[in-house]
């Protein structure tokens, strides 16, 4: 089951924007016990750490759904394949964590320390990173939905790799995710999915944009200094009160410009 989902999951981000409206989940049974229990309890993970003493706990492919590891130490950890949904992981150090292929639909991060995770074909729609430290992560998966506002983006590595056509164009999927007032800086969103998403009062200095779907997006506020704009749809977007605009890489290279709004209504 989880091959199958995957498969599916691949195939819409690495497509085009207009063909990856497919439902990412399609082929998982989410109401199965693998999605939506925990196999092991806190207390079996706390003594799994205190086993390792110090070393990188191995939790890969475990049912963990609704579990409570709220500010664990789970630093380096092998969560590839698990399934974390609706867990409570808030304050939880999962730096340099290998998430890949990992499940967590509505899970709450927030406050998480993530930075340098491994997040390839993760899925994580409608959660909640809010606060979070995800600064040189690779997050190629899907975040459709989720909480980051406030959140530390810095050097994020969630750009499509054109260079790597072994595994198509693989993109972050942000469609609709709060990223108000997160800081972004240097990170690289390239050929990412950016739709709907609130980018109120973020740090996008020196972003890699090149070939994103911004389309209805909110950059009200939005620091753009040194960001890449080169052929980003701004259709619909609010590009209102932008700070460092003057600045700004490829401006003139936007798409549907003609549709951006660039003044707020009375």
Known sequence: MRRLALSFMLAALAASPAAAEQDLLLGADMTSPAMTKAEMSRADVEAMIKAADGKPVDLHDKSLSGLDLSGLNLRGVNLR???????NLRGTDLSGANLEQAWFLKADLSGAKLADAKMF???????DFS????????????????????????????????KNQS?????????SVNLSGANLKGANLGRSRLE???LKDANLTDVVLMGSDLSGANLTGATVAGADFKNVDV???RLIDLKGQSEAK??????????????ASN
């Open 81 to 87: 394949t698990a399934r974390l949904n609706k867990a």
């Open 121 to 127: 074909g993760i899925t994580a729609r409608d959660a």
């Open 131 to 162: 606060g979070a430290d995800l600064s040189r992560s690779m997050p190629i998966g899907d975040f459709k939905g989720a909480k980051m506002s406030g959140a530390t983006l810095v050097d994020l590595k969630g750009g499509a790799d054109i």
């Open 167 to 175: 595994m198509g164009l693989m993109r972050a999927v942000f469609t």
């Open 196 to 198: 709907y998403a609130d």
């Open 235 to 237: 259709s619909g977007a």
């Open 250 to 263: 490829d401006w003139a290279e936007r798409v549907n410009v003609d549709r951006a709004i660039t003044q």
